[in-house]
């Protein structure tokens, strides 16, 4: 069993930055990626960025060169900075790990554990 909290979130104007993290505990020596999705209002969740077990990352069309995921060193912690926030990024995020995310690691039905979310609101 894996948990997963995620914390971080808050309100900030469109250009601003904000630093999601997600505390990984458990039994996660064998989780083949970690990865962020978030969910708005009305929307399908979808996948922001996942790392993988050998560190690779993927990132949503969208986010790439404003988001960044990373872990601590000893992948007990999962981090989103996230800058240059637009409205369109206002959601629920989550946190979400995988026993094996094979080829989709942006796909939520790729993931087995999922946190709490956290949410990020952006104002214009």
């Known amino acids: 069993q894996v948990t997963l909290v995620e914390s971080g979130g808050g309100s900030v104007q469109s250009g601003g930055s904000l630093r999601l993290s997600c505390a990984v505990s458990?039994?996660?020596?064998?989780?083949?990626?970690l990865g962020w999705f978030r969910q708005a209002p009305g929307k399908a969740r979808e996948g922001v960025a996942a790392?993988?077990?050998?560190?690779?990352?993927n990132y949503q069309y969208s986010v790439k060169g404003r988001f960044t995921i990373s872990q601590d060193d000893d992948k007990k912690t999962l981090f989103l900075q996230m800058n240059s926030l637009r409205p369109d990024d206002a959601a629920l995020y989550y946190c979400a790990a995988a026993l094996f995310v094979g080829s989709r690691p942006l796909q939520s039905d790729a993931y087995d554990y999922w946190g709490q979310g956290t949410q990020v609101t952006v104002s214009s």
């Open positions: 790392i993988g077990r050998e560190g690779l990352t």
């Open positions: 458990g039994y996660s020596h064998n989780l083949s990626a």
